[in-house]
């Protein structure tokens, strides 16, 4: 997977802020444990709604951990019968991705402790 930046949805870029200020955790790590929890519910069903949120770089959000997260996200999809992502299916999946684990972890996480423990959970 190559990018070098990476926009998520209005929706999900909302409630990075709100989980921000209640956490004080920075989005990409929001994003990173957002990205985990999705991944771990399986692959998607729909797609992000609209790529007119936050922008990241590529660096920010994946680091050198990059390919790593592209086989992940393979691997799940893969795993549910759909078809091999080319790279611009992989960031759209992505993206998707992000924005599912955001709403998870809005519900979810009130503090920053609470961000440990579905960390430890998992």
């Known amino acids: ?8 949805s209005e929706e999900a870029t909302s409630r990075l802020r709100s989980l921000r200020q209640r956490t004080g955790v920075t989005p990409n790590l929001l994003c990173r444990a957002a990205l ?4 771990e519910e399986g692959a998607l069903t729909s797609p992000a709604p609209n ?9 920010t959000l994946t680091g050198d951990q990059t390919s790593l997260i592209g086989m992940l996200i393979r691997f799940v999809e893969l795993e549910n019968g759909n078809p091999d992502p080319d790279n611009a299916a992989l960031l759209k999946l992505l993206a998707g991705h992000i924005h599912r684990g955001i709403g998870t972890l809005a519900v979810r996480a009130k503090t920053a402790a609470d961000l440990g423990r579905l960390a430890a959970a998992a």
């Open 1 to 8: 997977m190559q990018y070098s930046k990476l926009r998520i």
């Open 36 to 39: 985990f929890l999705s991944l």
């Open 51 to 59: 790529d007119r949120g936050q922008e990241f770089n590529a660096y």
